[in-house]
């Protein structure tokens, strides 16, 4: 059963070191997120691995974009719940974030993004908001940066120039 308000949750015993307990978001914004993505997991088309996830993005102008995994028989082709809210995202005009919300349930761990989703929010970004969260509303927070440090990011990528040495 849900709880009725969202419980933040710091670093734990099972390396959740990229946790952070200040954010910018507020309590408010943080529950409307969290429910947004527990919404779009309730969508989910999972039918070979019953592992349902949602994700709600928070764009800078304020509105919310959700998605979630949406599986197929060939493996390969399935899609994370996070590249189809960003997808979503691009496709009405939303190019700046200030936070995303995935939720899905793995015993008392944390689901964070694959490799290939955590790439896809870097490419729109290095500081803003991550949000892992449970049903029950449990979350950790951390940042896009610190899932994936050193990223491959669009800030020091030259495409066409000629670099000196």
């Not at 914004?29 to 949602?54: H, M, T, W």
Request: charged share 25%; net charge negative.
């Amino acid at each position: 059963m849900a709880q009725s308000s969202p419980q933040q949750v710091g670093p734990s015993s099972c390396g959740a070191t990229i946790a952070e307990m200040e954010k910018i978001l507020t309590d408010e914004e943080v529950e409307r997120l969290i429910d947004a993505s527990l919404d779009a997991r309730r969508n989910a088309y999972c039918p070979y691995s019953k592992f349902q996830v949602g994700a709600a993005l928070l764009t800078k102008d304020g509105s919310t974009i959700t998605g979630c995994n949406v599986e197929n028989i060939s493996y390969g082709l399935t899609i994370c719940a996070e590249r189809t809210a960003v997808c979503r995202a691009v496709a009405e005009g939303q190019r700046k974030f200030r936070a995303i919300a995935i939720t899905a349930e793995m015993g008392t761990r944390f689901v964070g993004p694959c490799g290939a989703c955590r790439q896809t929010l870097v490419e729109f970004g290095l500081d803003w908001e991550v949000y892992l969260a449970t049903p029950d509303k449990r979350y950790m927070k951390t940042t896009v940066s610190r899932l994936i440090p050193d990223s491959f990011s669009p800030e020091w990528v030259t495409l066409g120039e000629r670099q000196e040495g």
